[in-house]
């Protein structure tokens, strides 16, 4: 629950800052903005689902690795993402994760490393007939969090790349 007091502490008076592992990760963004995703990630914790759905460049991604640091229970993570965000997924989880994840970014068709922490896989593999062992590969796996960056791409529910994620509307 949201507080105006979270404006004075810009932590909260559980430290909750602290406690997801951004106190000292965050250096140069402002008290204001770790209030913010403190919150928001606290908001997530109590929910089964979370709809992330901020303006670009407003912490998202930090947002979802916060979630991540916040609960140790969470770790078996599949993060579907446009092929040319991969890359920029894998940094920032080495640079804002408070524990060691082993990352896997499965290339040509490969299926995700069953011993990696995330697997880090773009829409598109998942897709036609050349995604069906990928697709398998994941569904075969007990994932703890599914991060589903730019779900925009999922939109048309008659879409592969919808259905692949999603299942078929009923």
Known sequence: ?????????????QGICESLGLSLR??????LTATIL???IAFAL???ATLI??????????????LINADESIRKILVLCPATLRAN?????????VRPLRIDLPKNGATPDPEADVA??????????????VRDAIMAREWDLLVADEAHYMQDPKAQRTVAVLGKAA
Do not use: H
């Open 120 to 133: 880090i896989v773009n829409y598109d593999k998942l897709v036609g007939q050349s995604g069906k062992k």
């Open 38 to 40: 403190g919150t928001m």
């Open 26 to 31: 965050i250096g140069l963004i402002a008290s």
């Open 53 to 66: 759905a901020d303006q670009m460049g407003l912490g998202k991604t930090i947002q979802a690795i916060g």
């Open 89 to 97: 997924w894998r940094r920032e989880i080495e640079k804002w994760s």
């Open 1 to 13: 629950e949201f507080s105006t007091d979270a404006w004075k502490n810009p932590c909260g008076a």
């Open 46 to 48: 109590g929910r089964p």
